[in-house]
Structures are given as C-alpha cells and as structure tokens.
C-alpha cells in the first residue's frame, strides 16, 4: 500500500520544510488519540497487577496438596474461584485494551505505510496469544495425574500452574508500551525513516538504552519463574529439591553455569527446565559482555581526547629517554675534554696525525731523524702513555657509537611526538651546562627541533671533526721539549 498523500489547499503554501500543510495538521490525530495512550498504559498495569496476584493464588494452590491422593477441599475452591476472577477481570481489561488499540490502528494508517507495530496481522496473532494465555485455569472441580510413577508424579494442576506463571510477560509488554520508542511520535519518525518493522525497532532500543535494567531484571525473573516450576514438579518426590529455597539455589547455580552437582533434578521435565536454565543464563552472560563490550567503547569525542591524554603521558616518557640521551652527550663531552690535551702522544693509530708530528719533530730537532728512530728513542713511559690513551680513544668511540644509537632512537619517537621536538632543546641546555664558579663549561648547542636523522647524523660528525682539528691544534702549539721523555738530541740542544 502506497502512502497516502494529503493535498493542501489551494491558497496553502509551505513556509518551510518543517511545515505541514493546513489540512494535515487538521486530519493528524494528534487531539483525537492523544488521551487513548495513558488508558491503555493503566490498563496494562491493572493486567500485570491481576497476573501477579494469579500467580500466587496458583503456587498457593498447588502447594496445598501435599500427598499423591489428591483432595479438593473448601480452600482449593476458594482458590480457584479467586483464579477464575481474575482471569475475567484480565479479558476485561485486554478487551478496553485492545479496542483502544484499534482506534490507534484506524488513526495511523492513514498516514502509516508501514504501520510497523500497528499492523494488523502482528495485532491479530498478539491479541490471540494474550486471550489463550489468561484462559488457561484450573477446572472447579477437575483434576487429574498425568505421570504416576516412581520417579514421576505430574498432575494437570501442575502444567496449569506452570501456564499461569507465563503471565509474567505482562511486565514486559508494560515496559515496552511505557517506552517512549514505542510512542505515537517514534512511530510517526520510523515510518518516515523507512524502519520496516517498528516492534523489532523499539525492543532493540530498549535493549540498547537499558540493558543493564534488562539484565538483572532477566536474571531475577527468570531465576524465580524457572525454581517455581521446579518446585510445582519435585515438590511430591521428596528428592533433593524439596523446598522453594533449594529450588533457587539449583536454578542460580545453573543459571551462572558454575553447577556444583550437590543439588540436581530427579524428573524428567524439570531436567528440560534446567537445559532452558542453562540457555537462559548463556543468553544473558552474552549480553552482559556484549553491553560491557560496547561500554567501554570510545566515542569520537571520547577517543580524541583519549589520544590527547595519551600522547602527554607518552610524552613523559619520552622526556626520560631524552635526558638519558642528553647525559650520554654530556659524558661525552666531559670525555673529549679531558682527554683530548693528553692525546699529542698518538702517533700509531693516525697516520695524518703521525706524519704531521714526525715533520714537526724533525724541524725542531735540527736533524734528520727518520719515523724508526723517532718511536725507538720515545722513552718507555711515552709508550705506555700512548697505549693508555688509545684504549681511552677506543672507549670515546664506544661511547659515540652509543649515543649515536640512543640518538637514532630519539629521533625515530620525536617524529611522533612534538612535545619532545619543542622541549629537547631546553632540556639540552639544562642538562649540558655545569655550573660552576671556577669552570664553566658548555657544549655546543644541539637542536633536534624540527631537524631530520641525517641532520642529526651530520651533527654528531661534525662533532667529531671539531675534536680532530682540536687535536691538529694541539700537535701544531707543541714541540717536541712538550713530552715528559724528551729525545736525546733536543735535550743536548736544549742544555
């Protein structure tokens, strides 16, 4: 069925797109149907009221008959004459009920397409099932025993009592006619959203803005409605399950799938009802970690400001892994200038440096002395010198191979991480200044801000560079009178 198009008048405009024609806003039964929803809210909960007291009344019933013989006294009648009640006081209300319905239905489907929970079909069968539930009652004076046996004893009174505690779903046909997803305006919205069917629509809702309502509300009727039919069977067989206390327990038990096995059903059909239990208590569990699943999922918003907490806190960490790079420059450093005055005696391991200094030597010394006389006239304490400051050269190189790597590694976080590009200079320049009053020393400066691995790279060889011209320097200001174990010739010449 198409949607029923509303014409407006002649001399009607649209103002704006929000706006409904003149003659729509006059057919929509908002004023005629707006006061049937609060009747047919009172109406469900008078039902469930009427249901909770049916409930009693049949348990009360059904535990009176405390032997296999069953007798039918004075108080089993009052009973079922109070059940018997309030079942007609039911159909009463779900006829108010549902004529009300009706009228909603007639309102709406001259808008509706797709009526969604008011169509027809869907009423139909869900009316039948409410009138055939409310009609299930225990005869005046009819009773039979349908399994009599050893393990066994089943009476038509118990598959009764077992009907009337279905009408428990009346509680949840009230939650779901007080929601507001299942409001005149919900429904006017999901027809215009093309939603194809409104109920599965507005239990989904619920589900979605009160599962945790929906979880222990499930939890709870369900552990009581599956223990009173447990009890209504085993009550007679004086098992393991002999009063409603140990029926909870057993159905809890199941139901939490935990089963300790000191309690179990001895009948046939409360094992089935155990099995249901079970199914139940895995139903809710999924949903209980598909609700925390989707608690703890992050929202847009909520992400953004979660990578902006987060990137502080790694921050942090960085700072640290920055200031151990620091104090490996600085250690280097100190190195560099402690050692580097005490390196005029390296001749073997740099060949540059060997040829200048023999060509100086030389000069100075006023003689040819070839590079073989030079190192065999060096004394043995120049020697040993020279080898102790190699093996100090050898750790300088370790170390810069050190901070090289811990530098690479600084670099590759500081592409992710702007707060350490904007703050390592600072950090420089707190962490390689020793302050001191006699000897200030300072490194040069180094600013990663902004700066690439192969910039960095260049620093540190630049870095070095420095310590060799150092180095050149130095070889250029001495002579040979410099060394504590002169040579030979430049003593005599000195004398």
């Known amino acids: 069925m198409d949607r029923v198009k509303v014409f407006p008048d002649s001399g009607a405009r649209w103002t704006n797109n929000n706006a409904f024609p003149r003659r729509v806003k006059t057919i929509f039964p908002k004023k005629n149907i707006g006061h049937l929803k609060p009747k047919m809210i009172t109406c469900t909960m008078l039902t469930v009221l009427l249901s909770s007291l049916s409930i009693f009344i049949a348990v009360v019933e059904n535990r009176a008959h405390k032997a296999r013989v069953i007798t039918i006294n004075s108080f089993t009648y009052s009973l079922r004459l109070a059940l018997i009640g309030t079942s007609l006081l039911q159909g009463i209300l779900l006829i108010i009920y549902w004529s009300l319905r009706s009228k909603v239905n007639k309102a709406y489907n001259m ?16 009316m039948a099932f409410e009138f055939i539930l409310i009609s299930i009652v225990q005869p ?41 997803y299942n409001s005149y305006r919900a429904q006017w919205v999901g027809n215009l959203t093309d939603v194809e069917n409104m109920m599965k629509f507005a239990l989904k809702a619920f589900l979605q803005t009160q599962v945790y309502s929906f979880i222990i509300g499930m939890l709870v009727l369900s552990v009581m409605f599956f223990a009173l039919i447990i009890t209504t069977i085993e ?75 987060k990137y502080v806190i790694d921050s942090k960490s960085l700072n640290k892994l920055a200031v151990k790079v620091v104090q490996n420059w600085w250690t280097l450093s100190k190195m560099r200038k402690k050692n580097l005055p005490r390196f005029t005696q390296v001749v073997k391991y740099n060949k540059n440096l060997a040829k200048f200094r023999l060509t100086r030597m030389k000069n100075n010394a006023g003689h040819n002395t070839n590079m073989k006389t030079t190192i065999y006239n060096m004394g043995w304490t120049s020697r040993q010198r020279t080898k102790q400051l190699c093996k100090s050269f050898k750790e300088l190189d370790d170390y810069e191979k050190i901070s090289t790597a811990l530098l690479k590694k600084q670099l590759v976080i500081s592409k992710k991480s702007t707060f350490i590009e904007m703050n390592c200079q600072e950090i420089l320049e707190n962490l390689t200044g020793v302050r001191d009053d006699k000897n200030y020393v300072r490194l040069p400066s180094f600013n990663p801000r902004g700066s690439s691995l192969n910039n960095n790279l260049a620093s540190l060889k630049k870095q070095k560079d420095m310590a060799v ?21 430049a003593l005599e010449k000195k004398k």
């Open 111 to 126: 808008f509706f397409s797709k009526s969604g929970v008011f169509a027809g079909n869907d009423c139909k069968k869900l």
């Open 140 to 180: 005046y004076t009819y009773n039979t025993v349908i399994f009599d046996n050893e393990y066994n004893f089943v009476t038509l009174d118990d598959l009764i009592t077992i009907c009337v505690l279905c009408r428990s779903y009346f509680l949840f046909k009230l939650l779901y006619d007080a929601s507001y």
């Open 235 to 309: 009550k007679e067989l004086h098992q393991q399950v002999r009063t409603y206390s140990d029926a909870i327990f057993l159905t809890f038990v199941t139901e939490i799938t935990i089963g300790y096995g000191d309690t179990v059903p001895s009948v046939v059909v409360t094992q089935l009802v155990s099995v249901l239990t079970c199914f139940c208590g895995a139903f809710m569990f999924a949903m209980l970690l598909i609700s925390i699943q989707n608690t703890i999922d992050l929202s847009d918003n909520e992400s953004s400001a979660f990578n902006d907490i």
């Open 469 to 489: 011209k150092r180095l050149l320097m130095r070889f250029s200001q001495s002579t040979v009178y410099d060394t504590e174990d002169n040579l030979t010739p």
